[in-house]
C-alpha cells in the first residue's frame, strides 16, 4: 500500500510540474501579443516626502489584463517575460509609457520605473531610452530607474550601464533592500541615489523590536551613504509615525495611496492638496 501510495505521488507531481511548464507556455504566448491588444496598463503608486509632505513622484507599476485568464499579477507575468526575453520589448513599452505620464505631472515630480536585471544586458537600452526621451521631450532627470540586486546586475558591464544612466541625469534606486541577495557590498559598487526597504519589514516593525531596530539601521547607513532612503509597503498610521520617528526620508503604501490609474491622478494631486492647506 505504501508503495502505491509512493507511485501516486509522484504522479500527481510529475502531472504538476508538466501542468506548470503547459501553464507557462499559454502565459508566454499570451503574453507575446499583449502589447499589441492593449492588454498591458501602468498604475502609479505616490511617494510622500515625510519632512515636506509633498508627492515627490510616482511609480509605474505594470498590470496586465487577459480576456480570457483576467488580472495576472506581476509576480505571475514578470518571471515569465524574463525566462523568454519579451521582458526587453515590454520594459521599453513601459519606459515610453511612463515617459507619457510624467508630462502630466507638476515639473517637480519624478516617476519611477521598474527595470528587470535583463533590460540592462547588450547596449540598447541606452540608444533606445534616448530616443524615448527626444521624441517626448522629457529631461532625464524625470525618471528614476528601480533595480534590485540580483546576480545578474553584478557583472561589470551592468554597473557600466547603471553608469551610463545616471550619467545621463536618470536617478537609480535599489529596489527591494533587506531581501534576496542582499549584501552590502553591493552598496559599494554603484553609487545609488536611493535605497528603498523592502516591504516585508513594515510589516513587523510595529511588533517586533528587531525588526524596527533593523530599519533603524538601514536608515542610518543610507544617510551615511548620502542616500535617500524610502520604505514601501506601508499600510497604517502607527508605521507611519515609527518611520518618521526613525528619520526615513519618504514613504510609499497604502496608508498613502494605492496604486491608481493614470485617469484617476489629477483629482488626487488636487485633493491632496487641499488636504494640506
Ligand atoms: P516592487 O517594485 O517592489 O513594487 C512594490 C509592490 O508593492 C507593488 O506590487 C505594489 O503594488 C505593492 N505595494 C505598494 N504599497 C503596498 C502596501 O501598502 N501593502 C502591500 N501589501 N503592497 C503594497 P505589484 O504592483 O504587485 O508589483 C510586484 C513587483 O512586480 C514589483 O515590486 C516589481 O518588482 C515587479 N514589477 C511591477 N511592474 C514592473 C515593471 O514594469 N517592470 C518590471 N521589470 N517589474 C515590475
Ligand atoms: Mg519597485
Ligand atoms: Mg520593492
Ligand atoms: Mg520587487
Not at 535583463?118 to 547596449?123: A, P, R, Y
Amino acid at each position: 500500500a505504501a508503495k502505491a501510495d509512493g507511485r501516486g505521488r509522484m504522479r500527481s507531481f510529475s502531472a504538476s510540474i508538466s501542468e506548470q511548464v503547459e501553464k507557462k507556455l499559454v502565459l508566454e504566448n499570451a503574453l507575446r501579443t499583449a502589447i499589441q491588444n492593449n492588454e498591458l496598463y501602468l498604475v502609479y503608486q505616490p511617494q510622500q516626502h515625510l519632512k515636506t509632505g509633498l508627492i515627490e513622484g510616482f511609480e509605474a507599476l505594470l498590470r496586465w489584463e487577459h480576456p480570457e485568464f483576467g488580472k495576472v499579477t506581476p509576480s505571475v507575468f514578470i518571471p515569465v517575460a524574463e525566462e523568454s526575453g519579451l521582458i526587453r520589448e515590454i520594459g521599453l513599452w513601459v519606459i515610453e509609457q511612463a515617459c507619457m505620464f510624467s508630462r502630466l505631472l507638476p515639473s517637480g515630480m519624478r516617476v519611477a520605473v521598474n527595470l528587470s536585471p535583463l533590460q540592462l544586458v547588450g547596449h540598447d537600452l541606452i540608444d533606445r531610452l534616448q530616443d524615448i526621451l527626444e521624441r517626448y521631450d522629457i529631461p532625464a532627470d524625470r525618471l528614476e530607474f528601480e533595480v534590485t540586486e540580483s546576480m545578474l546586475i553584478n557583472s561589470a558591464s551592468d554597473m557600466d550601464i547603471l553608469t551610463l544612466l545616471k550619467a545621463m541625469g536618470i536617478r537609480i534606486a535599489l529596489d527591494d533592500f533587506g531581501t534576496g541577495y542582499s549584501a552590502l557590498s553591493y552598496l559599494r559598487q554603484f553609487p545609488f541615489d536611493k535605497l528603498k526597504i523592502d516591504r516585508s519589514f513594515m510589516k513587523e516593525i510595529k511588533t517586533h523590536q528587531d525588526a524596527l531596530a533593523v530599519v533603524g539601521a538601514i536608515i542610518d547607513m543610507a544617510k551615511a551613504l548620502d542616500m535617500e532612503v524610502v520604505a514601501e509597503g506601508i499600510e497604517d498610521e502607527q508605521t507611519l509615525k515609527l518611520l518618521t520617528l526613525y528619520g526615513c526620508d519618504t514613504v510609499q503604501g497604502y496608508v498613502i495611496a494605492r496604486p491608481m490609474p493614470e485617469k484617476d491622478i489629477a483629482v488626487f494631486l488636487e485633493n491632496y492638496r487641499l488636504a494640506m492647506q
